[in-house]
């Protein structure tokens, strides 16, 4: 059973930081793009961040120059660095991954169960 475990979240003031980190388990043959949405209440999940295998980055222009995206692949894990962190930034983030699991023919997407990310003063 494959899984993504997402790490991290936590209060931070406006202005702080927090990194989180997402880490894939299970019988996995390959990760293929990874990235990190969220969900704050009342709202649909959007787009934050996306790294592909090979290291190329996509984000959304709310946090673009605030928050990185990296990954390690030999730990199947990606990370999101959040920086001057704002009111509007309070959400649940999620972690998604396009993966191959040993044994199977296609690639699915699977998503983690979330991390609260709350910025108040």
């Known amino acids: 059973q494959v899984q993504l475990v997402e790490s991290g979240g936590g209060l931070v003031q406006p202005g702080g930081s927090l990194r989180l980190s997402c880490a894939a388990s299970?019988?996995?043959?390959?990760?293929?793009?990874m990235g990190w949405y969220r969900q704050a209440p009342g709202k649909q999940r959007e787009l934050v961040a996306t790294i592909t295998s090979g290291g190329g980055t996509n984000y959304a222009d709310s946090v673009k120059g605030r928050f990185t995206i990296s990954r390690d692949n030999a730990k199947r894990t990606v990370f999101l660095q959040m920086n001057s962190l704002k009111p509007e930034d309070t959400a649940v983030y999620y972690c998604n991954a396009d993966l191959l699991e040993l044994g199977m023919p296609t690639i699915y997407n699977c998503w983690g169960q979330g991390t609260q990310v709350t910025v108040s003063s």
């Open positions: 299970g019988s996995i043959f390959s990760i293929d793009a």
